[in-house]
């Protein structure tokens, strides 16, 4: 039974800030860096085969802190960055409403499409399941990629609440069909582990 647990990648001054990230190369700051080391410890006592992450260095450097501390493989890949925002990227809701009126949802702003992340994402959980039959993946990416994702490949669904920094979903492959085992769990960031 392959098993996906996909991670959102730690805390951004971004974040913070409440900006659109999609795909300009924020780094974490320090509590991020921290909830980082949280979460791999989370992890420290499962046994995971792999993490791959997105290649941006927000995600890139969360996957890098689990699998140094678990002394697993780490690989990046491209297909699991952000949704791009287009002309939004940067800007939080009072910039974006001084910058294009009230109605500024109603414009087109160059973001990209579902479909075009659902192919990308499903073509790497398709590849995940073929070379890694039977494996524990570690995938770290971004929270609306994630949920994106999720909402296909789970057939109920997920909820729509926002994933949580360092969160933990967990999906296992069962006859062709996707299970949802633990969904947006951020318990790490609360007690030791």
């Known amino acids: 039974m392959t098993m996906i647990a996909f991670v959102r990648h730690g805390v951004t001054d971004w974040n913070k800030e409440q900006r659109a990230q999609g795909t300009l190369d924020i780094p974490l700051n320090s509590e991020g860096k921290e909830q980082a080391l949280k979460l791999a ?25 689990i699998a140094n501390t678990l002394h697993i493989p780490f690989s990046t ?32 702003h160059g973001i990209e499409k579902d479909e075009e992340v659902l192919k990308r994402g499903m073509e790497f959980v398709c590849e995940v399941a073929e070379q890694y039959p039977g494996e524990k993946i570690i995938v770290v990416s971004h929270g609306a990629f994630i949920k994106k994702l999720l909402n296909v490949l789970i057939e109920q669904g997920v909820s729509d609440e926002p994933l949580h920094n360092t969160s933990v979903s967990i999906v296992t492959l069962n006859d062709k069909t996707w299970e949802c085992k633990l969904f947006n769990c951020a318990d790490h960031l609360n007690r030791s582990f």
Do not use: C, M, P
């Open 41 to 65: 410890n989370r992890f420290k006592n499962e046994h995971w085969d792999k993490v791959i992450s997105s290649d941006l260095s927000r995600a890139r450097e969360t996957g890098e802190t």
């Open 77 to 108: 890949d491209g297909r699991l960055r952000e949704i791009s925002y287009g002309r939004l990227e940067g800007t939080n809701h009072q910039e974006r409403e001084a910058k294009w009126g009230a109605n500024w949802r109603e414009l087109d």
